[in-house]
């Protein structure tokens, strides 16, 4: 690498360091118990150093190797989902384990939720950096070979400090169980995979499926956006200015409503409508693809592109399409299962939804496991549009 693509890598691990840093001085709670962010931040950089020797130690065991893609495509994509992953995820946490506990033996009053929460994504979010910065130079100085690869580990810093401040609100906000609780390790878990999927698109794949990251990231800036509001509260000041003040007023639904329209009403659930409300989604899935590929063809789009080795831009259109295709069936099947169920809550349109992905992920699995990796990556929005549409269909 060049001296000015290491320039560039330096403001990338810089910057999201001293954001992280600037965030807490602006606090004055925070900025009492400074020292803990940074000791816990230079622990997860130092953890990184053992957990990468191990897994080198793996690869030469197995002899695998998952940034040349030797080794065969389901045992790397095992090796990234049950070894890798959830060690480094583990890591992170282990890195918050003991200053977590010290913060909370010292504490002799009770501290407000929203300064719970505060803490609880301050130690996850500081961890993460040290973590994820020192893995993306030792990265770089390894393989490192040019822009592409400058891009990667920016992409790579934002999901993995994004889905550690998702277990860390969980642990800010029950802050009585830690890390004991189970909604914290229903979180880790739930990072720990989105971690896998975000590595495999990142680094295991071409230049297009950089761009099946960017539908995580926008869930992860929604979700984080959601609670962000819901930890502040509804009398929270801005206290930001114009641009905070335009978020804090931004017409999005808080999490006290999103709970109200999952809450089982006094009817019970019933399987037939969510069973039938897969098979709708399902066949809203074909229908979508084939009218897709129906219109490319009349557009002229060259759908043979996404099948050659090495894709180009030519690719970008057929894949648009298909996905276009392709998501558009879960507001319209939410929707339509909404009003023909005659349900007040979109607890049944969701589960219907889930299964038709969990569905679908099973087909791809058996046809190329590659492919679950993209599934994963969309399910997130595919599920928000299928509970969106059932939301219109209520009539909210």
Do not use: K
Not at 89 to 112: E, H
Not at 254 to 259: E, F, G, Q, T, V
Not at 301 to 311: K, L, M, Q, Y
Request: with cysteine; net charge positive.
């Amino acid at each position: 690498m060049s001296a000015g693509q290491w320039i560039v890598v330096a403001v990338l691990v810089a910057l999201p360091i001293a954001a992280h840093v600037a965030t807490m001085w602006r606090s004055p709670y925070l900025r009492l118990h400074f020292g803990l962010w940074l000791a816990t931040l230079g622990t997860g950089a130092v953890l990184l150093l053992p957990v990468a020797l191990l897994e080198h130690l793996l690869q030469r065991w197995a002899q695998i190797d998952p940034v040349v893609g030797t080794g065969g495509q389901i045992t790397l994509l095992l090796y990234a989902f049950l070894i890798v992953a959830p060690m480094e995820m583990a890591t992170v946490t282990l890195a918050v384990l003991p200053y977590w506990r010290l913060r909370r033996v010292r504490m002799r009053a009770g501290l407000s939720r929203a300064l719970e929460t505060m803490e609880g994504v301050s130690f996850a979010v500081s961890a993460a950096i040290g973590f994820v910065s020192v893995r993306n130079l030792l990265y770089l100085w390894l393989y490192g070979s040019g822009w592409l690869s400058v891009l990667r580990v920016g992409l790579v810093t934002a999901t993995f400090v994004l889905l550690c401040a998702g277990w860390g609100y969980v642990l800010g906000r029950h802050a009585r169980r830690g890390m004991a609780g189970r909604r914290f390790s229903s979180a880790v878990l739930g990072t720990t995979v989105f971690s896998a999927v975000c590595d495999q698109l990142i680094f295991r794949h071409g230049v297009l499926a950089l761009m099946a990251v960017l539908p995580v990231v926008v869930s992860m800036l929604l979700v984080a956006f959601v609670l962000w509001r819901d930890a502040r509260g509804p009398g929270a000041s801005s206290g930001g200015g114009p641009l905070s003040s335009i978020f804090t007023s931004a017409p999005a639904p808080s999490l006290h409503a999103i709970r109200e329209a999952f809450r089982r009403q006094d009817r019970p659930l019933t399987l037939r409508w969510i069973s039938f409300g897969a098979l709708v989604t399902t066949g809203m899935i074909t229908a979508g693809i084939a009218l897709s590929v129906f219109l490319g063809h009349e557009l002229g789009i060259d759908f043979s592109a996404v099948d050659r080795h090495e894709p180009g831009a030519q690719a970008i259109a057929p894949l648009a399409l298909l996905g276009i295709g392709t998501l558009a069936a879960f507001p319209t099947s939410g929707y339509l299962l909404a009003r023909a169920s005659g349900t007040r809550s979109v607890l049944e349109p969701a589960m219907a939804a889930a299964l038709a992905l969990v569905l679908v992920m099973v087909f791809l699995g058996m046809v190329a496991p590659v492919s679950v990796v993209f599934a994963i990556a969309f399910a997130p929005i595919a599920f928000a549009l299928s509970c969106v549409g059932a939301w219109v269909g209520l009539g909210q």
